[in-house]
């Protein structure tokens, strides 16, 4: 059985995650500059190794992250559907409702 309780959990869980999305997107950014200098740089082979693996394990973060913000996603959608189906509204239903519509618009921009 869903309660409201669970339902601003799972609301969070998606907001905090795609807060952490947008991170690993910002620090990608940062790091491919970032490598991009010490290339005009001419900097030591070694140093421009291990900044480029520093770029591609933020890389990788990304699709991990993008997965964990699907599943939560689905989990909050069978959470509302659990609470709307006994017409339970309110501020939660209100919350849960734009952070879906939210989230499914980044997964639309980022895809197109």
Request: proline fraction near 2%; include cysteine; aromatic fraction near 2%.
């Amino acid at each position: 059985m869903a309660t409201t309780r669970n339902l601003k959990i799972k609301t969070s869980t998606c907001k905090r995650i795609v807060k952490e999305l947008h991170s690993y997107e910002k620090e990608v950014e940062r790091e491919a500059a970032k490598t991009a200098d010490m290339k005009e740089k001419g900097a030591d082979p070694y140093d421009l190794k291990q900044q480029e693996n520093v770029l591609a394990e933020s890389r990788m973060m990304i699709p991990d992250c993008r997965k964990r913000l699907e599943a939560a996603l689905a989990d909050l959608k069978a959470t509302l559907a659990e609470l709307e189906e006994v017409n339970q509204g309110g501020a939660e239903i209100d919350d849960a409702q734009n952070t879906i519509a939210d989230v499914e618009q980044l997964f639309v921009t980022t895809d197109a």
